[in-house]
């Protein structure tokens, strides 16, 4: 009832920049804290970035200084802005979400993932 789908994913440079975006939809009564989180082959999934709705952040120290996660609650949409990009950077980027949906239950609902290549 709640879907999740990312954009802005390709191939870069190292040193470039690429932005993320993920868009919610469905019956959606509140969406809580949002997130952007990674993984690459033959490694776990990790946590890049949240952000509360009140705009509380959180970075993983890898990305620190060089990422930037934002929202628009307007439009339910989360965003992350990717700058100094690094080869070991190179992942599938999946959105994630804490819902309370139209029926008022809580969901935690994944995007399908965008892939981010830094490669020279």
């Known amino acids: 009832q709640v879907q999740l789908v990312e954009s802005g994913g390709g191939l870069v440079q190292p040193g470039g920049s690429l932005r993320l975006s993920c868009a919610a939809s469905?019956?959606?009564?509140?969406?809580?804290?949002m997130g952007w989180y990674r993984q690459a082959p033959g490694k776990e999934r990790d946590l890049v970035a949240r952000i509360s709705r009140s705009g509380n952040t959180n970075y993983a120290d890898s990305v620190k200084g060089r990422f930037t996660i934002s929202r628009d609650n307007a439009k339910n949409t989360v965003y992350l802005q990717m700058n100094s990009l690094k080869p070991e950077d190179t992942a599938v980027y999946y959105c994630?979400?804490?819902?309370?949906?139209?029926?008022?239950?809580?969901?935690?609902?994944w995007g399908q993932g965008t892939l981010v290549t830094v490669s020279s």
């Open positions: 469905g019956s959606i009564f509140r969406l809580d804290d």
């Open positions: 994630n979400a804490r819902v309370l949906t139209g029926s008022l239950r809580s969901l935690e609902v």
